[in-house]
């Protein structure tokens, strides 16, 4: 049964098309199960919408949960629409965005570090006259927001954990296998899954996210996973979902996941 948990629209400022447009998509490309999960507001700001190129305003959540729940309705019959949310995880506003989120019926939330040092994790730049030492340093402290994201209980999936290669792919060769290891299994003990998410494709680092040695290791801990095209254009809804399935099997895994009301359905490889 094919299913995409990961896909935007244009209300975060930087996604083409509409809900419905990504909805078509999932139905042609053969989809059981497709959800909804554009980018949450800023809630600490004071601004309602401080980064329009990156996240819906404040007073749009209400309208994108309407939408989402209505559209639900209409497909019923056709596809299952399931409202999802990607949160990003400040820990210092963890409690605002839970208790924000709380308001509203999500399937599932996925938690997303897009910014680790107070730096987004794609800027290339950050990576500029660091050592081999202070790099090192770098990737433990994303990992350890990854860490701190699966034990807060706010997330259902965390999404992309090793995104941080996508524009600086000698991130995966900066030396931080403890790291990884303490993450995984964090998330492991957590229930948490984590998203094969296709759309490292879009980026410099080409391929998925997570790595293949990611993803052995996260089976050896016995960490579930999902799948996410992170579509931001209807054109890349279930992108690679058989190569990605093939590969799991491949690597050993036998189910994945996904979650309706919160709650895990497991689906066979």
Same mark, same amino acid.
């Given at each position: 049964?094919k299913?995409?948990?990961?896909t935007?629209?244009?209300?975060?400022?930087?996604?083409d098309?509409?809900?419905r447009d990504?909805?078509e $998509?999932?139905?042609?490309?053969?989809?059981?199960v497709?959800?909804i999960?554009?980018h949450?507001?800023?809630?600490?700001?004071?601004?309602? =919408?401080?980064?329009?190129?990156i996240?819906?305003g404040?007073q749009?959540?209400k309208?994108?949960?309407?939408?989402?729940? *209505?559209? #639900?309705?209409?497909?019923?019959d056709?596809?299952?629409?399931l409202l999802?949310i990607?949160?990003?995880?400040?820990?210092?506003?963890?409690?605002? @965005?839970?208790?924000t989120?709380a308001?509203?019926?999500f399937?599932?939330i996925?938690?997303?570090?897009h910014?680790?040092?107070?730096t987004?994790?794609f800027?290339?730049s950050r990576?500029?006259n660091?050592?081999?030492? =202070?790099?090192i340093?770098? *990737?433990?402290?994303?990992y350890?927001?990854?860490? =701190?994201? $699966?034990r807060?209980?706010?997330? #259902?999936?965390?999404g992309?954990i090793d995104?941080m290669?996508?524009?600086?792919p000698?991130?995966?060769?900066?030396?931080?296998?403890?790291?990884?290891?303490?993450t995984?299994?964090?998330?492991?003990e957590c229930?948490?899954a984590?998203?094969?998410?296709?759309?490292?494709?879009?980026?410099l680092s080409?391929?998925?996210?997570?790595s293949?040695?990611?993803l052995?290791r996260?089976?050896? @801990?016995?960490?579930?996973?999902?799948?996410?095209s992170?579509?931001?254009v209807?054109?890349?809804?279930?992108?690679?979902?058989? #190569?990605?399935?093939?590969?799991l099997?491949?690597?050993?895994f036998t189910?994945?996941?996904? @979650?309706?009301?919160?709650q895990? #359905?497991?689906? $066979?490889l």
């Amino acid at each position: 049964m094919k299913f995409d948990l990961h896909t935007h629209h244009y209300r975060c400022g930087h996604a083409d098309g509409n809900i419905r447009d990504y909805i078509e $998509a999932g139905i042609a490309a053969g989809l059981k199960v497709i959800g909804i999960s554009d980018h949450t507001p800023y809630f600490a700001s004071a601004e309602e =919408q401080p980064f329009p190129r990156i996240a819906m305003g404040k007073q749009e959540l209400k309208s994108y949960v309407d939408e989402v729940l *209505k559209l #639900q309705k209409e497909y019923e019959d056709r596809i299952d629409v399931l409202l999802g949310i990607e949160s990003d995880f400040f820990p210092e506003h963890a409690s605002l @965005y839970q208790s924000t989120l709380a308001a509203y019926p999500f399937d599932y939330i996925i938690g997303s570090v897009h910014s680790s040092d107070n730096t987004s994790i794609f800027n290339k730049s950050r990576w500029k006259n660091l050592s081999p030492a =202070q790099q090192i340093v770098h *990737k433990e402290n994303y990992y350890n927001l990854i860490r =701190q994201s $699966a034990r807060s209980g706010m997330f #259902q999936i965390l999404g992309h954990i090793d995104a941080m290669k996508g524009n600086y792919p000698a991130f995966s060769d900066i030396p931080a296998e403890q790291a990884i290891e303490d993450t995984l299994r964090t998330i492991a003990e957590c229930g948490v899954a984590i998203e094969i998410n296709t759309s490292g494709k879009t980026k410099l680092s080409g391929g998925w996210y997570p790595s293949d040695a990611i993803l052995e290791r996260a089976l050896y @801990y016995g960490v579930e996973v999902t799948f996410g095209s992170d579509a931001h254009v209807p054109s890349r809804v279930a992108d690679e979902w058989d #190569q990605v399935a093939a590969r799991l099997k491949e690597i050993g895994f036998t189910s994945w996941v996904y @979650y309706k009301q919160k709650q895990k #359905q497991t689906v $066979a490889l």
